[in-house]
T-cell receptor
Framework: AQSVTQLDSQVPVFEEAPVELRCNYS??????LFWYVQYPNQGLQLLLK??????LVESINGFEAEFNKSQTSFHLRKPSVHISDTAEYFC?????????????FGTGTKLQVIP | DAGITQSPRHKVTETGTPVTLRCHQT?????MYWYRQDPGHGLRLIHY???????DKGEVSDGYSVSRSKTEDFLLTLESATSSQTSVYFC????????????FGPGTRLTVT
């Protein structure tokens, strides 16, 4: 079994300030890690993922996340947020396997960027 | 975009009535999923499909059934809707490749009165 904890349900931050959205997971097997973003009234879309290799992964719009196996964390960071980053962010994990992905999602963190 | 559409986008129905939600994809992805999204719960898997006529239950499958007669269509049926099934429903697809990304539809907001 696996679980994902996103302790912060809402994170307000001023525009151009840095932000960190926290994600911790629990699993008895090795996992793949994901961050999805959901803009208002839309479906989720993949922001970034860790499958293997370098533990630091980046998105095209300036977000990054680092897989920390010892702390079972996959925190999402951005050094300077923009108004357009206002959205809900979901951390997710799935066990290493081919094919069907049994993905477990966290409860989400709403990022509110304040002008 | 993976070309996923859901219909209807909004529906209001009465308790006890059957409801069918449709997910249609144009990407020829092998795997399809139905989730529900509720405040404080994130997304929870209802059912999934790993091929035509091949489906299985997720963590919150009670009261729901699914069918997949074609690769592109995945139907979710609430046999007798209850107020606890008021939610936003998302369909997702995934290719059989190794990128493990799920592609989500725009969602269906269902209200059971």
């Amino acid at each position: 079994a696996q679980s994902v904890t996103q302790l912060d349900s809402q994170v307000p931050v001023f525009e151009e300030a840095p932000v960190e959205l926290r994600c911790n997971y629990s699993s008895s097997v090795s996992v793949y890690l994901f961050w999805y973003v959901q803009y208002p009234n839309q479906g989720l879309q993949l922001l970034l993922k860790y499958l293997s290799g370098s533990t630091l992964v980046e998105s095209i719009n300036g977000f990054e996340a680092e897989f920390n196996k010892s702390q079972t964390s996959f925190h999402l960071r951005k050094p300077s947020v923009h108004i357009s980053d206002t959205a809900e962010y979901f951390c997710a994990v799935s066990p290493h396997s081919g094919g069907y992905q049994k993905v477990t999602f966290g409860t989400g963190t709403k990022l509110q960027v304040i002008p | 975009d993976a070309g996923i559409t859901q219909s209807p986008r909004h529906k209001v129905t009465e308790t006890g009535t059957p409801v069918t939600l449709r997910c249609h994809q144009t990407e020829n992805h092998r795997y399809m999923y139905w989730y529900r999204q509720d405040p404080g719960h994130g997304l929870r898997l209802i059912h999934y499909s790993y091929g035509v006529k091949d489906t299985d239950k997720g963590e919150v499958s009670d009261g729901y059934s699914v069918s997949r007669s074609k690769t592109e269509d995945f139907l979710l049926t609430l046999e007798s809707a209850t107020s606890s099934q008021t939610s936003v429903y998302f369909c997702a697809t995934q290719s059989s490749g190794q990128n493990y990304e799920q592609y989500f539809g725009p969602g269906t907001r269902l209200t059971v009165t």
